[in-house]
């Protein structure tokens, strides 16, 4: 073995010995990278939302500009329509998620359900408002809270299908085997014995499709509209509280955007609540 | 778990096609004796169910279309290749917004992708075991945060930072070089296609991040180890094992990403500007994408053309994120199949 060769793999050792460590610590700047970002957009969201929080937030309806006021109305609209899409959405969703996994799981219907279930999970959400538009906004001819119930009730539906199918697919084949030794019918096996196992992941995905339809905007936009004023009557335009920030947010106007800072930490306080709480709920069944 | 980010399918039910769980559907199937009522109204009822997901799907698609006719039939395929936008005139073509659109998706990817790659490599190869998981969280809490959160810290807090820090910079810098600088040639406030670029990426690298870490777990361990038994650095082992491997799952979770970039509306309409033009390529300049347009123009727009025009436009996005989201699911149950199998 001549030093000449011996030289030559040394050099290359450690040509490759310092790619790797470039390698390695680059992956460590992008780790940090990311983290920065989400800790700057923590930060400054609780620093500046705070700032313009008060007890008049919370009582006191949107103001004009430059008038004291609060967003009372939009918390207060974004609330029903959040929960009455919850409502809306969830059982379908959980029966198709049913389907998926208990009925003819590998059938025709059951793939293209799938395959179609996904694209819907990752589609604009500005399109799923356009079609509310156009099937209800444009046949009723008015904007109404009905109509925004109905968007993100179309946002609801996907995420609660893929969660419930994933966790029925997780319950032990020996369980509905036992319930149906025991002359239980069909329906009953997945109420009562499947359903029943996987409780905590489907409520685990009805938070998390609750979080998703609390920040979301674009559909609200051409179906609920906005509202100045308190409003219970679902068939009118309703406030929101994303609808609310993007038209104050955009302003030049101080009041307007401070309060639109204070909506913008609620509602990063409500979702990431709610993204955590379902954490929990599913680390505990590990 | 967050299924706002992909999940794989539970691989341990997948994988045994051959025994079709028999035993979970009822014992005596339809031919020998009939259902009790309950059951059958049951099935049915979940079989709808499924059924309306497809439905919706098509009737997004027929909506879409009925609503944009009026000027599909007055442009057909020009109005892709159009820019004039003037709602005097009632003359209309998209080529502005889908310029957005695709130049802010192309930054944001640019930046991502790296970015996604060196966080999964950090997950899966050099975090000790006990920081895997918060970190995990951390990085999918990113992709819990709603759109409307980034757009306003984009707008008031990013922008005027983006401005002085980087925008300046880059203009007295590259200002007077002959083709660079007309791109760094705008306005340097904050706002435009750079800005809405850089969001998106902050945006799309939770999705991408995740999907990678997935895949590169799932890669055999034995491969793993003999690339490190014949002396690879770890660098080597993903770069050469790892990343061959998985090859159709990344580009599937780029594809992903893409998706989510094509179709993001807050984020992008508060920081690209609203400005219907496409004078300058500068990525300074004020531009519009398909999404921010629809959210600024629609509600105010005439019965007629200008909303067929709007809604031409929401189909041509509808469109091409089907196609990408179709190509990503293609590519990730290309993975999938390697699951459990002999290597």
Known sequence: MSAV?????????????????????????????GLFWLFWILFETIRLGVGGLAVATFTQMTPAPNEVGGLANAIYGSFLIVTMATFVGTPIGIMAGIYLAEYDTDGWLATLTR???????????????????????????????WAGVMALALIVIPVVIRTTENMLQLVPSGLREAAYALGAPKWKVITKITLRAARAGVVTGILLAVARIAGETAPLL??????QFWNSDMSQPMASLPVTIFKFAMSPYENWQQLAWAGVFLITLAVLGLNILARILTRNKD | MSSTLPARSAPIQRQAKDEKRNMS????????????????????VAKGAAFLTLTLLFGILVSLVYGAWPAITKYGLGFLTSSTWDPVKNEYGGLVMIYGTVATSFIALLI????????????????PA????????????????????????????????????????????FGEVPVLGALFSGPPV????????IILAIMIIPFIASVMRDVFEVTPPLLKESAYALGSTTWEVVSKVVLPYT???????????????LGETMAVTFVIGNFNQLDSLSLFQAANSITSALANEFPEAGEGLHQAALIYLGLVLFFITFVVLALSKVMLAQLNKHEGTKT
């Not at chain 2, 969280?137 to 401005?163: D, H, K, N, Q, R």
């Open chain 1, 5 to 33: 060769l011996h030289n030559a793999r040394l050099a290359k050792f450690a040509w490759r010995k310092l790619t790797n460590q470039v390698a390695l610590v680059l992956s460590l700047a992008a780790m940090s990278f």
């Open chain 1, 115 to 145: 395959f179609v279930n996904d694209i819907l999970l990752s589609a604009p959400s500005i399109v799923i408002g356009l079609f509310v538009y156009a099937v209800v906004v444009s046949q009723f001819k008015s904007y109404s809270g």
């Open chain 1, 222 to 227: 051409f179906t609920a509209l906005n509202n």
């Open chain 2, 25 to 44: 559907n009822s014992p005596l199937p339809n031919s020998r004796r009939q259902s009790a009522l309950p059951d059958r109204v049951f099935g049915w």
């Open chain 2, 112 to 127: 991502a992708i790296p970015v996604s790659f060196g966080i999964a490599l950090f997950l899966t190869e050099l975090a």
């Open chain 2, 130 to 173: 006990w920081l895997k998981r918060p970190l995990g969280t951390a990085i999918e809490l990113l992709a819990a945060v709603p759109s409307i959160v980034y757009g306003m810290w984009g707008l008031l807090v990013f922008g005027p930072i983006l401005a002085t820090y980087v925008q300046q910079p880059l203009q007295r810098a």
């Open chain 2, 190 to 197: 904050g706002i435009g296609i750079l800005s809405a670029g």
């Open chain 2, 247 to 261: 090859k159709a799952g990344v580009v599937g979770g780029i594809m992903l990403g893409l998706g989510r970039a």
